[in-house]
């Protein structure tokens, strides 16, 4: 069974900035996956926040672009979430997933809070 483990997350003053990182040591072909960040914030549907694709093209949604830098680390199996000029409104539960896994298996891992607060 394929396990994210995400962590870095915390509490962050407005305009603050936060990194954090997804571990997916068990994930076979790993360089082959795209890879994406989502988040739920309080009653709020799970989004897709940004995506790296393998040959390192990115997307991010409206609210954070500009702000949010996703990355990888092929040799490491590990995806990053740079997050700066963070907003309450980026105050969520973030987590790190394969998009095209989730259209097999609709697992998550934990996650890690991230609230934005002054």
């Known amino acids: 069974q394929v396990q994210f483990v995400e962590s870095g997350g915390g509490l962050v003053q407005p305009g603050g900035s936060l990194t954090l990182s997804c571990a997916a040591a068990?994930?076979?072909?790993?360089?082959?996956?795209?890879l994406g960040w989502y988040r739920q914030g309080p009653e709020k549907q799970r989004e897709l926040v940004a995506s790296?694709?393998?040959?390192?093209?990115?997307n991010y949604t409206n609210s954070v672009k500009g702000r949010f830098t996703i990355s990888r680390d092929n040799a490491k199996k590990m995806v990053y979430l740079q997050m700066n000029v963070l907003e309450p409104e980026d105050t969520a539960v973030y987590y790190c997933?394969?998009?095209?896994?989730?259209?097999?298996?609709?697992?998550w891992g934990q996650g890690t809070q991230v609230t934005v607060s002054s």
């Open positions: 068990a994930l076979k072909f790993f360089d082959f996956y795209t």
């Open positions: 997933n394969a998009p095209n896994l989730l259209r097999v298996n609709n697992y």
């Open positions: 790296i694709d393998k040959a390192g093209r990115t």
